[in-house]
């Protein structure tokens, strides 16, 4: 028999812990989603977001960083009503240039060439999450604020899953995600191994502007330190993404503005002219993890909490994104059918249906950066020769492309019915 709900817990549908990137997304999707869905008989859903940060302001999902939306993740936003917003804060990658330094193999990248206006869209995380945390403030969104607030204690029944906060609330849900970070506290509640594969690399990021225009161009250049990838932004700045060996970072970190600047001229090169100014430098680890499993009893793993990646090919908030979409088409498919979101064979769709794509992804990023943060002399006459195979040989950089736009698979079905 199952146990009561006590009358101190408040009831939900669905909890989701981490109102970042991917726990936004989500919360604003589903319910977008089952309205379109529901010709007029108003379905929803009733979401709790705990969220650590008491403003976004704080929220360490929204800092200085940028993402580069692939044309994938574009058509993903059109289906959850959000690219007429995104558009306002996006700048479109026009062409991507990827070069190996010291060497004159290069290969690039055009949206021409896949039918498609842009190859990618770069966004800074700070206005797309105002973004997403203002459409979800609307009154009719379904959706109520625990901040700042954060799980104590989980508890899972046959029927429902129950979450203490910090706090001292108790809530109730069908099911509980958990979008809570590389670090994923429900991962750590619910005793879910990940595995975790240090690359001995740290990333340094930056806003820069140059004396000539990006116009719309970006940069992957392979650099004695490690992968340097340039990104267009808007008001004629571009960002930089800088992965070097972790022993290296904090001699580039402690360069004077005026040094940097000269040390990434030497590394780049003169493509966009001279480096003019810097913003704020930051540094954090890379590494890869990966929670052993996808679902719970009751519970779901997405975005960083599910698996954590290399930036080398910038595919960590398009493969979250793909993992927001499946569980939503998995979710308004139990809701349309009247059946428990949280049940198992739920679950073990969305964990079917992400398995491919997640494998792949990530044995891709990590191949990049095995041939191309290798300074060994044979790994680097045959990345050469494939870049150049590749310029010259259109078949050759399709699988990259492909990647790069997020066409792994086809779309979660989403469609409105």
């Given amino acids: 028999m199952a146990e009561q709900i006590t009358e101190s817990h408040q009831q939900f549908d669905l909890i989701i812990n981490g109102g970042g990137m991917a726990g936004a997304t989500l919360a604003w999707g589903i319910n977008y989603i089952l309205g379109a869905n529901s010709h007029g008989d108003k379905a929803q859903l009733k979401i709790a977001i705990i969220e650590a940060s008491p403003d976004d302001n ?25 690219w007429h917003d995104y558009q ?14 010291g060497h004159f193999a290069q290969t690039s990248l055009n949206p021409t060439d896949y039918q498609v206006a842009a190859l990618g869209y770069v966004v800074e995380l700070e206005q797309s ?11 009719n969104s379904g959706v109520t604020w625990f901040r700042p607030d954060s799980i104590k204690e989980l508890k899972q029944h046959q029927d429902r899953i129950d979450v203490t906060l ?16 590389g670090f994923s506290k429900v991962r750590q509640l ?18 820069i502007t140059t004396s000539q225009a990006h116009h719309g161009k970006a940069y992957e250049r392979f650099t004695d ?36 600047l000269a040390k990434l001229q030497d590394a780049f090169g003169y493509r966009l002219g001279m480096f003019e100014q810097t913003g704020q430098r930051v540094s954090y680890p890379l590494i890869l993890t990966m929670a052993e499993q996808l679902t719970h009893h009751r519970s779901v793993f997405i975005g960083n909490a599910a698996q954590a990646l290399h930036p080398i090919a910038g595919q960590g908030f398009n493969l979250g994104l793909r993992d927001v979409a499946q569980l939503i088409s998995q979710i308004s498919q139990a809701v349309t059918a009247q059946q428990d979101i949280g049940q198992f064979k739920v679950l073990d769709n969305y964990r079917q249906a992400r398995e491919t794509d997640r494998k792949q992804t990530v044995a891709a990023t990590s191949g990049l950066v095995s041939i191309f943060s290798n300074n060994y002399w044979p790994m680097v006459v045959g990345r050469n020769i494939a870049l150049q195979l590749s310029h010259c040989i259109g078949p050759l950089k399709r699988p990259v492309a492909y990647q790069m736009l997020g066409w792994r698979e086809p779309l979660a079905t989403m469609h409105h019915t």
């Fill in 129 to 139: 999450g105002r973004l997403l945390h203002q459409k979800l403030a609307q009154a």
């Fill in 58 to 82: 704080s929220h360490p999902g929204f800092d200085a960083r940028v993402i580069a939306l692939s044309y994938g993740s574009r058509e993903i936003l059109e289906q959850l009503g959000l």
């Fill in 88 to 101: 306002g804060i996006a700048t479109p990658i026009t062409d991507i240039s990827v070069t190996d330094r």
């Fill in 190 to 207: 619910l005793n879910v191994a990940s595995v975790q594969t240090h690359f001995n690399q740290s990333a340094i990021i930056a806003n």
């Fill in 225 to 260: 330190q490690g992968p340097l990838a340039l990104l267009p932004m808007n008001e004629g700045r571009s960002s930089l993404v800088w992965s070097m060996h972790t022993e290296n970072v904090d001699q580039i970190m402690a360069l004077s503005p005026t040094q940097f």
């Fill in 166 to 181: 910090a706090g001292g609330q108790c809530l109730s849900a069908k099911l509980l995600v958990a979008s809570d970070g």
